[in-house]
Nanobody
Framework: QVQLVESGGGLVQPGGSLRLSCTAS????????MSWYRQAPGEERELVAS????????NYADSVKDRFTISRDNAKNTVNLQMNSLEPEDTAVYYC???????????WGQGTQVTVSS
């Protein structure tokens, strides 16, 4: 059974930082591109950042470039999202995603809430 478990969400003031983690089990982690998505109330789910299987290539939404950093540890089956200079517009539920490119294998975590507010 595949599980993606996110952690690290919470309430933070504008300008603050949070580090999200996603731990995967039940899959061959190194074969999956990993991504973070987010969904704000009333909005569609959007891609925040992604990282390829070996970690050599990353991609970011324009809104988070230079503020967020995605990384992975294939030995620990984890993917992280370091979020700095947080803004109220970053408030959303953040989801971890695992995708085996070229297959139908696509998994989601349950999400973790991030709230940026003073």
């Amino acid at each position: 059974q595949v599980q993606l478990v996110e952690s690290g969400g919470g309430l933070v003031q504008p300008g603050g930082s949070l580090r999200l983690s996603c731990t995967a089990s039940g899959l061959i982690f190194m074969m999956y591109d990993m991504s973070w998505y987010r969904q704000a109330p009333g909005e569609e789910r959007e891609l925040v950042a992604s990282i390829t299987t070996g970690g050599r290539s990353t991609n970011y939404a324009d809104s988070v470039k230079d503020r967020f950093t995605i990384s992975r540890d294939n030995a620990k089956n984890t993917v992280n999202l370091q979020m700095n200079s947080l803004e109220p517009e970053d408030t959303a539920v953040y989801y971890c995603n695992a995708l085996w490119v070229g297959s139908k294998l696509n998994y989601w975590g349950q999400g973790t809430q991030v709230t940026v507010s003073s």
